[in-house]
Every structure is written in C-alpha cells, then in structure tokens.
C-alpha cells in the first residue's frame, strides 16, 4: 500500500512570506525523495508475532499489511510534525524581525525609574509597521488600567500604536505593536498610563 505524502499547500497555507515558503518547500521536497522505512527481512518476517502464533496464514499475512501501512502513515506524520516545527519556528524566532531604526524612551517624574527601547521593522505589505517595544522598570498600572503607545509630535500625542500591561513580578516586559500610519510630522513616542474613568492618559514615558 503506497502512502500518499502530505500536499505541501495544505500543509503551509498561503501566509507564508515567499522567501521563507521557499525555504520550507526544500525541506518539503527533502522529505518526500526521502526513502520509505526499510521492509523486515525475509527471515524476520517470518517469524510471528506472539497473538498470532496460532492464527491462520491469511490472518498473518493481513497483520504484516497493516504495520507496513502504519509505518507508511508514521513517516507521513514525522514529515507534517518537522515541517510544522520549521514553520513555527520560522515565525516565532526572533531572528525574523529586523529593526529598521531604535529609539530609547525614558520615565517622567511618574515613572522616573522607567526606561524602554522601541525597535521599528520594515514596513510590510499590509502598510502595517512591526515594533518590538522593550519596556524596563514601569510599575503596573492601577487596577482596571493599561498603557496606551502612541506617535507623538513635540511630546503630544498624534497616533495609538497599541496598548500593553506591566507585572511586578517581571520588571522587564516586551511587547509587539504595530503602526498603521505615515511617520511624516511625527518626531518621537509617548507612553501614556490610562484608568478608565480617569479622563485623559497621564505621559509616564517620552522619547523627547
């Protein structure tokens, strides 16, 4: 019985950035040539298997067709399993992301301790710009509220670039946002620390 190895389409879907689809369709194109499970010798074969000892010739015959087939499908699923490690791993590493531009961010007198860097990818396909926001030091915000980063211009705030949280627990958070807008005018970010119900942000964090 001849398995059928996993169509490659199915396996990595559209999504995928050309250059890394090239890379993976190799490795795809490696494990289909890649030689089936060797075939027990004659003299192996033969012997059988403890329940089947005093089963018919046929019975046999049809249990030896069933652990061919089951190692035909087990090579099939390690050829999905690696291929989907080298897809995730393409995606999550962070070797994938490589900033464009940095700029480093310090606490106002409500966050004085606070410090962060903003690395800024390539702009890509979507219009989206990919940021990588390492924030050090800022306290957690009070219950019920988060920070807001934003574009700013002369230290006001001209666009929300995302929202994020901080815990005790961990002094240093990264995050990943994004920008959806034209970088003319603007000169700098802001963080702001927003509490429902509290009016407008307060500026805890400036590159300014």
């Known amino acids: 019985m001849t398995t059928r190895p996993p169509d490659f389409d199915d396996l990595v879907g559209g999504e995928v950035p050309r250059e890394e689809r090239a890379r993976l369709h190799r490795v795809h194109e490696l494990l289909v040539q890649a030689d089936q499970p060797p075939e027990l010798s004659p003299e192996l074969d033969a012997v059988p298997w403890p329940n089947e000892a005093l089963a018919p010739v046929s019975s046999r015959r049809r249990g030896r067709e069933r652990?061919?087939?089951?190692?035909g499908l087990a090579a099939a699923a390690a050829?999905?399993?690696?291929?989907?490690?080298?897809?995730?791993?393409?995606?999550?590493?962070?070797?994938?992301?490589?900033p464009v531009a940095k700029r480093a961010m310090h606490g106002t007198t409500l966050a004085p301790k606070a410090k962060a860097t903003i690395a800024v990818g390539s702009r890509g396909r979507d219009g989206n710009w990919p940021m990588l926001v390492d924030v050090?030091?800022?306290?957690?915000?009070?219950?019920?509220?988060?920070?807001m980063l934003w574009l700013s211009?002369?230290?006001?705030?001209?666009?929300?670039?995302?929202?994020f949280n901080t815990a005790t627990a961990n002094k240093e958070t990264v995050v990943r946002l994004s920008a959806a807008y034209s970088f003319n005018g603007i000169n700098g970010w802001i963080v702001t620390r927003?509490?429902?119900?509290?009016?407008?942000?307060?500026?805890?964090m400036t590159t300014a």
Do not use: M
């Open 67 to 71: 652990r061919r087939s089951w190692l």
């Open 79 to 98: 050829a999905v399993a690696l291929i989907a490690f080298i897809i995730g791993e393409g995606r999550s590493t962070p070797s994938t992301f490589q």
């Open 136 to 147: 050090i030091d800022l306290p957690p915000a009070p219950s019920g509220g988060y920070y």
């Open 153 to 163: 211009r002369n230290g006001k705030p001209v666009a929300p670039c995302g929202s």
């Open 194 to 204: 927003e509490v429902p119900g509290a009016g407008h942000g307060q500026v805890v």
